[in-house]
């Protein structure tokens, strides 16, 4: 392979990694709005933010199909007064994301953190665990909810109950490892504004593949 073929390869995957990024970090911000005002969770969904919360690759062969159609719609101008709450959290957990990559002893605390809860994985042969939730939960609330400025998720009160909490903290969790992936693949503000077409475009892809 051509070394200029090479580097179309790679710009390519990584146009594809940033609308996954994309598509993953709008799906766990929806699933927590839908969580905070409505007090619903489709498990398929958040089941497929959590396997990809523990997988090392984060996307693995997920595709975030009700994301990338979600995002696809944000991109376009669509729904835009509909998803304030979905596009504030978003730009929060990118932020969230930078600030916590400067944090070695809060990473490490995950890191811990998550061999233990892999190891709870194995006993109750369950990632959906209620108590796996709970420790995943409470990782988040020893590490990211330390740092400041806190993301605050608004919702109605009967909705925001202890268990309904923690899977919001859950989900959070797997949106900064999502805005992870935006940053390490070049995503930025700017990719935004102007990148704009490429990425309704791979996301297209990503909705017709899916």
Not at 122 to 136: E, L, R, T, V
Request: contains cysteine.
């Amino acid at each position: 392979m051509s070394h200029a073929q090479h580097n179309l390869n790679s710009k390519q995957q990584r146009e594809k990694q940033r609308a996954l990024a994309l598509a993953a970090l709008t799906q766990t911000t929806s699933l927590i709005e839908s969580i905070a005002h409505e007090g619903k969770l489709e498990h398929p969904r958040f089941a497929c933010c959590m396997d990809a919360f523990f997988d090392p690759t984060y996307l693995g062969d997920r595709t975030f199909y009700a994301g990338a159609v979600q995002a696809k719609r944000l991109l376009q101008g669509q729904n835009i007064a509909h998803a304030k709450g979905i596009l504030t959290l978003g730009t929060a957990l990118i932020a969230l994301e930078k600030k916590l990559a400067k944090q070695p002893r809060h990473l490490e605390h995950i890191a811990q953190g998550l061999q233990r809860v892999e190891r709870q994985i194995k006993y109750f042969n369950d990632p959906y665990h209620g108590n796996i939730i709970s420790a995943i939960a409470q990782l988040y609330g020893e590490t990211v909810s330390q740092m400041t400025p806190q993301v605050i998720v608004r919702g109605k009160t009967e909705h925001l109950t202890p268990a309904n909490k923690e899977k919001i903290r859950c989900l959070l969790f797997s949106g900064i490892r999502a805005a992870w992936i935006w940053r390490i693949n070049d995503g930025n503000t700017f990719r935004l504004i102007f990148g704009r077409k490429k990425l309704i475009r791979e996301l297209e892809n990503i909705c017709l593949t899916s």
